[in-house]
């Protein structure tokens, strides 16, 4: 199993949430009321997103903020 930062573990849980949600970024980045390109970054980690972003996703995805940062490897085998 790869190794994962903080945001390697968000990005990849809002992914895997999108995914079984049938969201994608797009309409989540609607949602939040920002542009595509910014949410993209941020999943990318190519920014550092202040914890009311964090808030705001978790509350968009009707997630507990705490499911976005559960380890991978216990959603790879859950």
Do not use: C, W
């Not at 849980?13 to 595509?36: C, F, K, Y």
């Not at 997103?49 to 085998?77: G, N, T, Y």
């Amino acid at each position: 199993m790869q190794n994962y930062d903080a945001m390697g573990i968000f990005a990849h849980n809002v992914s895997r949430i999108l995914a079984a949600q049938g969201i994608n970024q797009s309409e989540l980045a609607r949602r939040l009321e920002m542009e595509r390109t910014h949410l993209s970054r941020a999943l990318r980690g190519e920014n550092s997103p202040r914890l009311r972003f964090v808030e705001r996703v978790a509350e968009q995805l009707s997630v507990d903020i705490r499911e976005l940062f559960e380890p991978i490897s216990e959603k790879v085998h859950a």
